[in-house]
Every structure is written in structure tokens, then in C-alpha cells.
């Protein structure tokens, strides 16, 4: 009995040991109450979540185009709500803060989620990780977490699907607090897909809600893209001058400052269109101003010095007879404006393609601009001085040759003239519109007393351009809504572009078309409504998920509003072009006219003469001329045909005129003034 009550005895201790073991186990694993280093600690740490600070939220600019997915990102990031977690707020236990007994546990830990719960059999490692995913779930409702999809599916540049789901978003009206953020998401996803026109409506809208509202800032200077990406600048000028007296960023303040500028231009030369100079004024001075808040080493300065030119140009033609004096300081200023845009778009090394053929096109614009100045100043050799810097085949040469002949009769360098007429009348430029041309080859002809060949031209001038004026006249006599202004003209681009079968109508309205394209605003604006009609065809090569979606009808809807807006515009600008064009195209008809007359005069004069002097009389001889040219050149006479590389190089000849040549100025005076 001893021996089993020993054996009993020992029994009971063991289990004693084995029931207490496991609370040592939990006390060592939950809170180091052995004191030992922190290393052999299993518990794992909690990590704070990383967040963006409130300046970098403020930031998800589009510092280049490239970087524009960085905004979704950015966005992402700034859009979810802060949420703090209870580790970031609350103090944490003291590691050697002795361990409570199982029969005492801590009064917050079911509620803070931080200590270990010692009545249970085991512990509870998911506490940490459950704290950190309720600060997760907490910041990103289900809400917000389809907004991150719409985020997500950005950055993985699915670009349709990103739209659509933003799309989503904004039709929700329960949603209302996540539309600026899904618009912005629509606006860039429509970027990226080309689609210029309808992205800028998105940024317009978010932009309408005011300077406070989220990403209003960068929606102002994703507008830059815009406007580098769409054929016509112009589009986005309205939306910056709504938001003139915002501050834009330092990168993108000097390209503010210039298409700001461009929009006063234009509005000027419009208000001068319809009859309101003094308003005008108003804006040309703007134009001068913000040119001279654009610092010099800014590319955008010569563009917007050149602006500045023809401000001062516009102002001495309109002050020339009210103050001389005036008027000669602003053509002055005009000419520097211009020389300072030609110094600084020398060609050099060190530019980009673009910024190259940029500053080409700048430099020939100012260098004809330069030629109109001396012109109108009557200094004609200055002007052909200028004309000749215009090299062959770039987009002003034609103007260039054109404005060369006037100023080259004006001097009486006729053979010169009539080379340069040559050109002009060559079939490879049959679709261009010169009227003068014919008119300024007459005047040559008359004042070299070679009266029959100058009725032949204005015979050919009237036939030729008799029906366009009764054409546009008739078109004017209509007073149309502006917008069938720019529809019949736009039926003549339709059927060029289908290669239809013209009547002489047809081909007549196409001079027409030509004619008022001159205006390079109309033009400009043209061009942006084919622009957004092809992004309207663009859709039916979508897919057809996207293509058949409530997005697109919405975004249909949102081009054709624009397409009206453009068209009305287009059609004030064409009606007003047409009406400038029918007063000028009356008076060369008159000039053409009066020309005619003295030719039928001079003709019967001579007639006269010579049947008294018995035939004998005579008033044209024959001039003695050569053929040699310079050693690098090789003359071919001209016997009607034309050749591509010789366009611009022809010479013209006199062979006969006048008996005294020096009568061939006699009326050159009368000449300049019609």
C-alpha cells in the first residue's frame, strides 16, 4: 500500500507539471516575461502602412506627356480616404510590462486587437494582421476599391476598359463624391486612345466646377497636350482664357502666357472683321503685353514676338492716314519684332526635330511678314530683299513669288515679274487661287504697249472668274445661318474626297472653297472639324464592347455639340471671308475693266496714227536681248511645257515693246493706285 501510494504521490505531481506547462508557453511567447532579447520574439511586427503626404496628393502632374500614367497612380494614392489605424494612435504595451494572470486578462485587449488573449487554449497571431487589413478595408469601400479597378485597368493600359469603368462611376448619382476622380481617370484613358477632342470635353467639365475642385490644375495643363496634339492649336484657346487669372505652374507659364496671347489675336482680327476696331484695340494690346512677360531664352518667345509684329503691323495700316507720324513708329516696331523673330530661329545644333521645323516655319512667316512691311512702305526692293530669303518649295514660296512680281513691276523689273508669273500658271498649281495674277500679267503687257496680248489676258481673266463672282455673290445675296455658309462649302470637300463627278457649279464652288481657305484661321478651324469628324468615324473601329457602350453615345453626343460649336464659328468666318473676297474680286473685275478700255484706246490711237502716216507708223520694235546665263546655268527656251525642278527659275524675255522704252513707266503711277 506504501508503495502505491508513492506511485499515486508522483502520479499527481506529474500531472500538476503537465497542466501549468502550457501557460509558461503562452506567458514566453505572447509578452517575453523571461526577459530574454527581443530576437527570439515570434509575434510578428506590425508595419505602418506608407502613405503619400499631403503635398505629394497635390501633385499628380503630368510633368510630360510620358509620365502621365504616373497620375493614375498618384490618384490613386490622393483619392482613398485616411483611415488611422489604432496602432498609429493608441501607445503600445511595454515588451516588459509583466504578464497578467489567466484569471485577470488586460482590460482592452479585445477591443484594441493588440495583446493576446490568455483564457484560450492558444493564441491569436492574426490580431496584428487583422488591425492592418481593417485599416485597408476601412480606407477602400467597395466603392472605392471600382474606382481603383477603373485605376488599375489605366496603368495596365487598357484604356477602353478603364473608360468605361470610370464611365460606371460617373452615372451612378449615389457616387457623387468619386466623379471628379472617375472623370479625371475618363479624361486621360481618352487621351491615351487618341481621342483629343472628346478628352478635352472631360477636362473642360472638370475644370467648369472651379480652381477648388481636385486635379484642377493638372486638367489646366493637360490642355497643353491637348493643344500639341491636335492639328489646330486654337480649340483649347477658349477654355484657357476662361481661366486666365489662375496660376498656372513655372514650367508651363511662358506656354500660357502665348497661347493667351494667340487668343487675344484672334479675337482682334475677328472684332476688326465685324466692325468693332475700337474693341480690337483692346485685344492687340493684350497680345503686345503678354509678349513682353515672356522672357527671351523661352522657346515660346519668338511665337509670341512674332504675335507682337503684326499687332504693330495691324495698328500703322489702320492709323496710316489719321496720324502719319503714328503710324510709321508702329511699322517701325512691326519691322524689329520680325528681325528679332528671324535672329532667333537661326538654324543651329543642339534642337530638336520639331523645335527645328518649327522655327523654319516661324522664320519664312517673318520674312514675308518683313516683305509686307517695306512694302506697304513703298520700299520695294527692301521687300524683294525679303521675299528671296522664302525658299523654293516651302509653304510661302507661292505667296512669296506672287508678292515678288508686284513689287518687281512696281520697280519696273517686268522680265522679272513675268518669270516669276510663270510659275504661278503652271498646272501643278492649277488648284491655288490667284486672280491677280492675270491682272498684274495684263498691266506688264499694257505698259509695253502690246495691247492685244493684255486683251487676251483679261478676256481669259473674265472667263475664268466672271462666274465665280456672280457664284459668290449669289451665295452672299442668301444671308444664311452661318453654319450652311460652311456647309456649302464643305459638300465641295465631300465630293473631292469621294472623287464624285463635278458640274460646272461644282467646279466654280471650288474655286470658291480655295479662295476663302486663304484665311488661315478658316483654315485652321477646317481642319479641326475634319479632325473631330474622323474621331467620330474613329469609333466604328472599336470594339465592340466600347463601340456599342452608353460611354459611346455620350461621347458621340459630346463631338457633335463641339462639331456645331466649330461649324458656326467656321461659318461666321467663312461668310465674312466670302463678303471680303466678293468686294475684292469686284474690283478687279473693275480694274480688269478700266485696263481693258485703255487698251481698246491706245489700240485705236495707234490705228489712227498709222492710217495717216500711211501705214508707216509703228509703236512696238524689237529688243535686242541675249541668251548667254551664268556658267552654272543652262538655257532652254520655254515652248509651253512645264517641269517640276524648273518651277521658280524661269526668266522671262522681252523681245518687243514700246519704240521708247522708257514710256513703259509712264503710267505705273496710275497702276499702283487701283
Known amino acids: 500500500m506504501m508503495r502505491s501510494f508513492k506511485l499515486i504521490r508522483v502520479a499527481v505531481v506529474g500531472l500538476s507539471l503537465a497542466w501549468t506547462a502550457p501557460s509558461y508557453a503562452q506567458n514566453f511567447e505572447g509578452l517575453d516575461l523571461s526577459g530574454q532579447s527581443k530576437k527570439k520574439r515570434t509575434t510578428p511586427k506590425k508595419k505602418k502602412p506608407t502613405r503619400k503626404s499631403r503635398a505629394d496628393k497635390a501633385k499628380p502632374v503630368p510633368v510630360q506627356e510620358e509620365d502621365a500614367d504616373d497620375d493614375a497612380a498618384a490618384a490613386s494614392s490622393s483619392e482613398a480616404p485616411t483611415s488611422v489605424s489604432p496602432a498609429e494612435t493608441a501607445p503600445a504595451v511595454a515588451p516588459s510590462t509583466p504578464a497578467p494572470t489567466p484569471a485577470s486578462p488586460p482590460a482592452n485587449t479585445g477591443s484594441m486587437g493588440m495583446g493576446l488573449d490568455l483564457t484560450q487554449e492558444a493564441p491569436k497571431p492574426a490580431a496584428p494582421t ?23 485597368l489605366f496603368k495596365n493600359d487598357e484604356y477602353e476598359k478603364a473608360s468605361m469603368a470610370a464611365h460606371e462611376l460617373l452615372e451612378d448619382p449615389k457616387l457623387a463624391g468619386l466623379h471628379t476622380e472617375a472623370r479625371y481617370v475618363l479624361a486621360k484613358s481618352l487621351y491615351r486612345m487618341g481621342m483629343y477632342h472628346s478628352s478635352l470635353g472631360e477636362f473642360s467639365k472638370i475644370l467648369s466646377l472651379g480652381p477648388s475642385t481636385k486635379f484642377f490644375k493638372t486638367s489646366l495643363e493637360w490642355l497643353f497636350f491637348i493643344s500639341r496634339k491636335t492639328k489646330n492649336e486654337t480649340v483649347i484657346l477658349d477654355e484657357i482664357a476662361r481661366h486666365a487669372n489662375q496660376e498656372f505652374p513655372e514650367k508651363y507659364r511662358n506656354e500660357f502666357r502665348y497661347l493667351l496671347a ?43 514676338k512674332y504675335l507682337e509684329g503684326l499687332s504693330s503691323f495691324r495698328n500703322g495700316s489702320r492709323q496710316k492716314d489719321a496720324a ?93 515679274a513675268l518669270g516669276s508669273l510663270i510659275t504661278l500658271s503652271s498646272p501643278f498649281f492649277r488648284e491655288e487661287y490667284f486672280p491677280e495674277a492675270l491682272i498684274l500679267k495684263a498691266v506688264i503687257y499694257y505698259e509695253n504697249c502690246r495691247y492685244r496680248e493684255s486683251n487676251i489676258i483679261l478676256q481669259d481673266f473674265e472667263r475664268t472668274y466672271l462666274p465665280v463672282h456672280d457664284q459668290l455673290e449669289a451665295l452672299v445675296k442668301k444671308n444664311m445661318e452661318a453654319s450652311e455658309y460652311y456647309s456649302v462649302l464643305s459638300d465641295v470637300q465631300k465630293k473631292n474626297k469621294d472623287g464624285l463627278e463635278k458640274n460646272e457649279t461644282d467646279i466654280i464652288l471650288e474655286r470658291i472653297l480655295r479662295l476663302a481657305l486663304t484665311d488661315q484661321d478658316l483654315r485652321k478651324t477646317n481642319d479641326s472639324i475634319l479632325e473631330l469628324e474622323a474621331e467620330m468615324d474613329a469609333f466604328a473601329n472599336r470594339a465592340d464592347t466600347f463601340k456599342y457602350s452608353e460611354l459611346s453615345k455620350s461621347l458621340l453626343e459630346g463631338l457633335k455639340v463641339q462639331r456645331t460649336a466649330l461649324i458656326s464659328k467656321a461659318g461666321i468666318m467663312a461668310k465674312g471671308k466670302l463678303e471680303t473676297e466678293l468686294v475684292a474680286l469686284k474690283q478687279l473685275l473693275a480694274n480688269g475693266l478700266r485696263i481693258k478700255f485703255e487698251t481698246t484706246t491706245k489700240e485705236k490711237e495707234f490705228l489712227e496714227e498709222q492710217l495717216k502716216a500711211g501705214g508707216r507708223t509703228a509703236i512696238v520694235k524689237k529688243y535686242k536681248y541675249s541668251v548667254a546665263v551664268q556658267d552654272d546655268q543652262l538655257y532652254w527656251p520655254y515652248e509651253g511645257e512645264y517641269w517640276r525642278d524648273e518651277l521658280g527659275t524661269y526668266q522671262y524675255t522681252m523681245t518687243k515693246g514700246c519704240i521708247e522704252r522708257d514710256t513703259a513707266n509712264r503710267n505705273v503711277q496710275s497702276a499702283e493706285a487701283m
Not at 487675344?264 to 492687340?284: C, I, N, T, W, Y
Not at 516661324?362 to 530669303?389: D, I, P, S, V, W
Open 262 to 304: 494667340r487668343y487675344h489675336f484672334v479675337r482682334g482680327r475677328a472684332l476688326d472683321q465685324v466692325g468693332q476696331p475700337e474693341e480690337a484695340d483692346k485685344s492687340f494690346s493684350e497680345v503686345k503685353r503678354l509678349a513682353l512677360t515672356i522672357p527671351r531664352t523661352d522657346p515660346f518667345f519668338p511665337r509670341a
Open 130 to 152: 487583422m488591425s492592418f487589413d481593417a485599416v485597408d478595408v476601412s480606407g477602400k469601400t467597395a466603392d472605392r476599391q471600382r474606382l481603383d479597378v477603373a485605376v488599375s
Open 324 to 416: 502719319a507720324k503714328r503710324a510709321n513708329g508702329e511699322m517701325l516696331a512691326a519691322i524689329e519684332a520680325m528681325k528679332e523673330v528671324v535672329r532667333l530661329t537661326r538654324p543651329v545644333p543642339g534642337k530638336t526635330v520639331d523645335q527645328a521645323k518649327m522655327d523654319k516655319s516661324l522664320r519664312e512667316l517673318a520674312f514675308m511678314q518683313l516683305a509686307r512691311t517695306h512694302y506697304g512702305m513703298q520700299q520695294n526692293r527692301f521687300a524683294l530683299f525679303y521675299l528671296g530669303k522664302v525658299e523654293r518649295g516651302n509653304t510661302q514660296w507661292l505667296e512669296a513669288l506672287f508678292e515678288s512680281s508686284w513689287a518687281n513691276y512696281r520697280v519696273g523689273q517686268y522680265e522679272q
